[in-house]
T-cell receptor
């Protein structure tokens, strides 16, 4: 158990819909990262928040947005969903803002868009 | 184009065999990490290497960072079924906050 909690574990939704993925970081970790993992692209960095502020942005689509709340949990919002958005979405957390420090990953949310 | 290329993509071996997997790039990284990911789980960090030429050992696993900090290898001695998983390398580039992952090597160790 990494200490990072992601909900839900599985999500099936239709194209055009909007979903919210939730992440609770490890106790004491200020940094939260979101990743998308698909078979053809591998693990792709989407976005990082540190202590409530956006810290770094990766390959995140404009249809996707995220935020980190005062209690440090984070949500990833995916809208106008397309079939190609089907993937595993991982949240990771770390103590510092530096991306090469040890990050702990949650078990992921498997999103299926039908 | 993938910034970090991992090879082989798939590897199936018998218990007790040795193996090496590679992580290569044309870019220089300030540090490189290796993760193992099991089905249904998130990646788990195995090691971070930061110095060119650095060698780190973790029981039967040996990690090496290339002298030029562009490549890395993971050698497993006497592989066991418990080593089965997806091995991912991830690099951090100086001046960038982003961690770039390779697509991974899927290792299967058969009993």
């Amino acid at each position: 158990d990494s200490g990072v909690t992601q909900t839900p574990k599985h999500l099936i939704t239709a194209t055009g819909q909007r979903v919210t993925l939730r992440c609770s970081p490890r106790s004491g970790d200020l940094s939260v990262y979101w990743y998308q993992q698909s078979l053809d692209q591998g693990l792709q960095f989407l976005i990082q928040y540190y202590n409530g502020e956006e810290r770094a942005k990766g390959n995140i689509l404009e249809r996707f947005s995220a935020q980190q709340f005062p209690d440090l949990h984070s949500e990833l919002n995916l809208s106008s969903l397309e079939l190609g958005d089907s993937a595993l979405y991982f949240c990771a957390s770390s103590v510092t803002a530096r991306m090469n420090t040890e990050a702990f990953f949650g078990q992921g949310t498997r999103l299926t868009v039908v | 184009t993938q910034l970090l290329e991992q090879s082989p993509q798939f590897l199936s071996i018998q218990e007790g065999e040795n193996l090496t997997v590679y992580c290569n790039s044309s870019s220089v990284f300030s540090s490189l990490q290796w993760y193992r990911q099991e089905p249904g789980e998130g990646p788990v960090l195995l090691v971070t290497v930061v110095t060119g030429g650095e060698v780190k050992k973790l029981k039967r696993l040996t990690f090496q960072f290339g002298d030029a900090r562009k490549d890395s290898s993971l050698h497993i001695t006497a592989a066991q079924p418990g080593d089965t998983g997806l091995y991912l390398c991830a690099g951090a580039q100086g001046g960038s906050e982003k961690l770039v992952f390779g697509k991974g090597t899927k290792l299967t160790v058969n009993p």
